[in-house]
């Protein structure tokens, strides 16, 4: 058997740090939309990303990439989100094989509604603890880490 290679003390204390981020991180910023909105932050990056978009809406596929996610759990949460009268689903006109995504009135009420206390609170629990450079150097970050790593299928 070979034997491993180590993270060595610096890289075991940043990947700790990582793991405590991508673990505590998602569930604080959760909370607060739950709470104060009952929208998941999965519920709340599709409305988001479908009022941004040209004629609010987007191709499931290409929804489920912008929000990080995979088609089936894209669609569970799509899902919900047209139960609640936010989203509506439709085949696409041209290519009756794609779904398409579409935000309703009620759904970008919603989003405008959530928008200033879901900011506030990314801005409370993230921007305001970091200097500008150290915004910077997590952004390039994050992309660097994440460039080609593909969603979970579920």
């Known amino acids: 058997m070979v034997e491993p290679q180590w993270l060595n003390d610096d890289e075991r204390e940043a990947w700790l740090a990582l793991v405590a981020l991508m673990f505590k991180m998602p569930g604080t910023i959760e909370r607060q939309l739950v709470d104060d909105e009952d929208l998941s932050l999965a519920e709340y990056l599709v409305l988001a990303m479908l009022s941004e978009a040209p004629d609010r809406s987007h ?16 669609s569970r949460i799509v899902a919900r989100l047209e139960r609640h009268d936010y989203v509506r689903r439709s085949a696409n006109a041209q290519d009756r094989r794609v779904v398409v995504a579409q935000l309703t009135q009620d759904g970008f009420e919603k989003v405008r509604s959530a928008a200033p206390g879901h900011v506030a609170h990314v801005r409370e629990e993230i921007f305001d603890r970091l200097s500008a450079q150290q915004v910077e150097q997590i952004a390039r970050i994050a992309r660097d880490l994440t460039d080609g790593v593909e969603p979970p299928r579920v």
């Open 59 to 74: 191709r499931m596929s290409d929804l489920a990439a912008a929000t990080f996610t995979g088609q089936s759990r894209l």
